[in-house]
C-alpha cells in the first residue's frame, strides 16, 4: 500500500490501535489492509465497479483460511 494514504498505517501508534481492533474484530491485519487497498483503488470513480467482487473475493479467502 503507498505510504500515506491511509495515515494510521504510516504511524506506529495508530498502526497498533488498527491491529488491536483488528485482532478484536477476528481478523488478520493483512486482510483489512487489503479490503482498504480494494477501497483506495476505486477512488475517484464515480461507479466503484468491482468493489463488491473484490471484497467477495477477499472476505472468502478468509473464511477459507478458518
Known amino acids: 500500500m503507498p ?3 491511509v495515515v494510521l498505517f504510516d504511524n506506529p ?3 497498533s490501535l488498527v491491529q488491536d481492533a483488528c485482532k478484536q ?3 488478520s491485519f493483512a ?3 487489503e479490503l482498504v487497498q ?3 483503488e476505486q477512488t ?3 461507479r466503484k465497479k468491482g468493489l463488491w467482487d473484490d471484497f467477495d473475493d477477499i472476505l472468502d479467502r478468509i473464511q477459507d483460511d478458518d
Do not use: S
Request: cysteine-free.
Open 3 to 5: 505510504g500515506n494514504v
Open 13 to 15: 501508534d495508530g498502526r
Open 25 to 27: 474484530a477476528g481478523i
Open 31 to 33: 486482510e483489512f489492509q
Open 38 to 40: 480494494a477501497e483506495i
Open 44 to 46: 475517484g470513480k464515480q
